[in-house]
């Protein structure tokens, strides 16, 4: 099955930094989601992106799908930007099947 | 206006007990989803329905059987619980392929 693989596996910043994080997946895929989960463990979406680049307030994306990765970008981090970030993909032929990632935990420090 | 909604939230329970985790989605999706976060992290699909049909089944004992009643609900029945069985189960709703949202989480503690 298709593998996904998200970096760095931690990262701590400092309230007011930028950030970026990685997905890296091993197929083509028909669906490539964002999420975040809260340390209340709720799992919010973040962005739905197959290809192309979306933005919303502090948080943008971009999937290069023919060169199979996402980037998430962060700025101008809050401490309620803590928790854990997934990738999650679903291969063209997996079907209704998302794949997760590994997460990057966030910690912003004030 | 909850869109998926789970319960219970908390579910602790002895070894070889039966639980149901039920699950409901006013979102009007064709496709729910059943997912199990182990104490890692990792998310994992257990199962798949697409209008009350089964469509992904993953390796996935046969002691947790997951029942749709209707397009708008997805329940779980684990039978004979084992420790390993603790985890968070997460319930999620798309139209077909497209996103999927996920509700609040079951925390299934096994004693």
């Known amino acids: 099955g298709i593998q996904v693989e998200q970096s760095p596996p931690d990262l701590i910043l400092q309230e007011g930094a930028n950030s970026t994080l990685r997905c890296n997946f091993s197929?083509?895929?028909?669906?490539l989601q964002w999420f975040h989960q809260n340390p209340w463990g709720q799992l919010i979406n973040l962005f739905y992106?197959?290809?192309g680049t979306k933005q919303n307030g502090r948080l943008s994306a971009t999937t290069v799908a023919t060169e199979r990765y996402s980037l998430l970008y962060i700025s101008s981090s809050q401490t309620t930007d803590s928790g854990v970030y997934f990738c999650?993909?679903?291969?063209?032929?997996?079907?209704?099947?998302?794949?997760f990632g590994g997460g990057t935990r966030v910690l912003v420090k004030p | 206006d909850t869109a998926v909604s789970q319960t219970p939230k908390y579910l602790v329970t002895q070894m070889g007990n039966d639980k149901s985790i039920k699950c409901e989605q006013n979102?009007?999706?064709?496709?729910m989803y059943w997912y199990k976060q182990d104490s890692k992290k990792f998310l994992k699909i257990m199962f798949s329905?697409?209008?009350?049909?089964?469509?992904i089944n993953e390796t996935v004992p046969n002691r947790f059987s997951p029942k749709s009643p209707d397009k708008a609900h997805l329940n779980l029945h684990i039978n004979s619980l084992e420790l390993g069985d603790s985890a968070v189960y997460f319930c999620?709703?798309?139209?077909?392929?497209?996103?999927?949202?996920f509700g609040p989480g079951t925390r299934l503690t096994v004693l």
């Open positions: 999620a709703s798309s139209q077909g392929r497209l996103e999927q949202f």
């Open positions: 197929d083509s895929v028909n669906n």
């Open positions: 992106i197959p290809s």
């Open positions: 999650a993909v679903e291969g063209k032929a997996a079907g209704n099947k998302l794949t």
């Open positions: 979102l009007g999706h064709d496709t």
């Open positions: 329905y697409n209008n009350k049909e089964l469509i």
